[in-house]
């Protein structure tokens, strides 16, 4: 009988511990659950010839966001996108800071979203005023805020410490240049 006993506290003790082992595991698992839930990413891009699209889809994919394009009320032609004409479109809005596309609609439901990749291609070494168009058209606060871009010749950076530098009241995180 002292035999039995002392197996039987053995193996309670062994199931016990095997009990508590896997406790905080579930714990985790829970707990990463309701951060991913939390979390919602969404992937915004202008994308003038497809190029910053396809980009787009890829980091949407990535991070299981969302995808949402700023649309130009106003369609660029390949015309106004001829970087050597110095009255193309791109060329004039460029040139002046304070131009400010109109775009089709808002993001209705940002507010849904913790975390937003803004994407596009560079354009004289810094984000088209398009993109100034919709962080302006949208509040931003207590997101995270993500840069990416095409380009090619140029690097992301100096197009993100741009946008750090007209929108300081955001958080701004990572930056990825994304052209293969």
Known sequence: MKHFTTILCAAIMLFGMSACAQKPQQ???STNQQSN???KTLVVYFS???TTKAAAQRLAKEF???LYEITPEQPYTAADLDWRDKTSRSTIEMKDKSS???IQGKCENIADYDTVWIGFPVWWYTA???VNTFIEAHDLSGKVLNVFATSGGSGVEGSANDLKKAY???KWGENRLMND
């Open 64 to 66: 299981n966001a969302d």
């Open 168 to 170: 300081p009241q955001y």
């Open 37 to 39: 839930n939390m979390n």
């Open 48 to 50: 003038a010839t497809g």
């Open 128 to 130: 088209p005023t398009i």
């Open 27 to 29: 714990i985790n698992n």
């Open 100 to 102: 400010r596309p109109a």
